[in-house]
């Protein structure tokens, strides 16, 4: 099982002394936070994608490229890259470049974007949102699979004896998971293709991201990649730590009360019950992070949001140890020992390729 | 055959005499028919409603209260009238209702307040709000005014209007199969259609 953390990218004003980080800081800041991700034994770092502010990642290739120049083993994803409003023979492009310069540590994960006025900023409409995430999907999945293309939708100008260069790294495709909070297509477009799902699992109840995996792991089966429970499915989910539980409470507080998300909302014991965020000692995240498997079933990536709604970066490297030393390790070890030998984990660059290698032997 | 019946009241005192009314309305129907009741307060919701608001998704008690709505065969709606208008209350309930599940529904519209000068507030909000939705709002609103309550009561004229309210919301229900709920996470078209 993967283990990792998501950026939204936020640059959001500390609660508790007033100070706003500047870009430079939190853009500065995020290679760090990555790096050590890497340094304290997690698997995995996405970054979101986002055109307006507060948000800093519009170019997250840019800054993955960067952090995977000074890493060694991390994976590199995003959380998510915009299929919508994005171009798809550039998605195609940038990732096959950053597969080649990260020597395959890449994969990446597809969301629609739900911030409307974005959407016209590239020509595009939140309306047909589902529409352009399944076309520009599509040939997104062909143009890493197929060398020359012709190609005609309803969203871009056609393609005629067309190929993105560079070519996907040992002509193998990243691995693509689709996320999605409460779009039962999305969970069907995931399992049509034999994708990854991710299930944002923060802002809504658990009962929601119980329902859509299990409508994707149905329609994977459907579609004739495996069976249900060998679908691949990764989380989201929120957590905040001290030693102490108390101590951890008290400290997020204020935090979470202005959060840009929820904040001015929910009281934090609220938000807790209703959804997984999980603010306490690290053996109460690792209860909770284990619970999340009853409902979903195995799954093969964790990631955590930590660095957000203003958290000083010091605090989030301490939470980083937090997860890397007491946290993460026992959860490794309880979920491999739970998960039977059928289900597979998640495909990487050095996985398929061993797969491929398998079968031309 | 045991239809649904659910009564959304949006008094705030205790006891409120929009209640007062939404249980007369109730007691009024199910003596047309075979019933069961269910009553939501929205002043128990109220911080539901603005969590629901700014977070996107409701809190178990309000996802009950909602989910009863979309279930409901016939729906009564009772709001003070505040400022000219339905209460903000009310308002943001109907804000957080699924734009799907009032179509075709039944509902009867009520009303409470000081004097009867705000009683056309139900025939220029209320009804085009439950129209927008396109619920099936009958023709008979009920509005009671503090005098409704009083001495003035003597001539019957609220219980009348309740009765006839009550009747065409019970003949309504009645014409209809009972509700069916979609499943918001159902799949409705397969892939290869999507794909076009």
């Given at each position: 099982m993967q283990f990792g953390i998501f950026s939204v990218s936020d640059i959001t004003t500390d609660p508790t002394t007033g100070q706003t980080p500047s870009e430079a800081e939190r853009i500065k800041n995020i290679v760090t936070i990555a790096k050590h991700a890497e340094e304290v034994g997690l698997d995995v770092f996405a970054l979101g994608e986002h055109h307006n502010e507060p948000f800093f990642s519009s170019s997250p290739t840019t800054t993955l490229a960067y952090i995977a120049a000074q890493t060694s083993t991390l994976q590199l994803s995003t959380a998510t890259t915009l299929i919508t409003t994005n171009d798809p023979v550039k998605i195609a492009e940038d990732f096959a470049m950053l597969q080649h310069l990260s020597g395959g540590r890449v994969d990446l994960m597809m969301g629609r974007g739900n911030?409307?006025?974005?959407?016209p900023w590239f020509g595009k409409d939140i309306r047909a949102g589902i529409p352009l995430a399944v076309e520009n999907y599509a040939l997104l999945h062909k143009l890493w699979r197929e060398h020359t293309v012709d190609w005609q939708g309803k969203f871009r100008t056609p393609l005629q004896s067309f190929t993105s260069t560079p070519r996907p790294l040992d002509e193998i495709p990243p691995f693509v998971w689709h996320g999605s909070i409460r779009s039962p297509e999305i969970a069907e477009q995931a399992a049509f293709y034999g994708d990854g799902f991710f299930a944002n699992?923060?802002?809504?109840?658990a009962s929601h991201t119980q329902r859509m995996v299990a409508l994707y792991r149905e329609r994977f089966a459907h579609y004739g990649?495996?069976?249900?429970?060998q679908a691949i499915v990764g989380l989201g989910g929120q957590v905040f730590m001290r030693k102490n539980s108390q101590d951890a409470v008290k400290e997020f507080r204020p935090y979470f009360d202005n959060a840009?998300?929820?904040?001015?909302?929910?009281?934090l014991e609220d938000f807790t019950r209703e959804t997984p965020l999980t603010v306490g000692s690290p053996q109460q995240v690792i209860d909770r992070t284990l619970g999340f498997r009853e409902y979903v079933g195995d799954y093969q990536r964790q990631l955590f949001l930590l660095d957000h709604a203003g958290l000083p970066v010091k605090t989030v490297l301490e939470q980083l140890d937090l997860l890397g030393s007491e946290v993460v390790p026992v959860l490794r070890k309880e979920f491999d020992s739970l998960k039977p030998a059928h289900v597979p984990d998640a495909p990487t660059h050095a996985s398929m390729l061993a797969a491929r290698q398998e079968v031309a032997a | 055959m045991t239809r649904n019946l659910v009564v959304v009241s949006a008094g705030l005192s205790q006891p409120s005499s929009t209640r007062l009314l939404a249980d007369q309305l109730a007691a009024a129907v199910t003596a047309e028919g075979d019933f069961t009741v269910t009553v939501i307060e929205l002043r128990d919701l109220a911080h539901d409603i603005a969590n629901h608001l700014l977070t996107g998704f409701p809190p178990g008690p309000l996802k009950e209260a909602l989910d009863a709505v979309a279930g409901a065969d016939g729906l009564i709606a009772v709001t003070p009238i505040f400022t000219a208008s339905y209460s903000g209350l009310f308002k943001s309930f109907f804000d957080v209702v699924d734009k799907e599940a009032l179509v075709d529904k039944p509902v009867l519209i009520a009303a409470t307040a000081?004097?009867?000068?705000?009683?056309l507030a139900l025939e220029h909000a209320l009804r085009p709000m439950f129209a927008y939705l396109h619920a099936v709002v009958v023709p008979t609103a009920v509005f009671a005014a503090s005098d409704d309550w009083g001495a003035d009561s003597a001539d019957g004229l609220l219980g009348s209007r309740i009765r006839r309210a009550a009747g065409e919301l019970a003949a309504e229900v009645a014409r209809r199969e009972p509700v069916s709920v979609v499943d918001p996470f159902a799949l409705t078209v397969d892939f290869k259609d999507l794909l076009g």
């Open positions: 911030t409307g006025p974005v959407y699992h923060i802002f809504w109840p990649h495996g069976d249900p429970d840009p998300v929820y904040g001015h909302g929910p009281s | 000081g004097t009867a000068r705000h009683s």
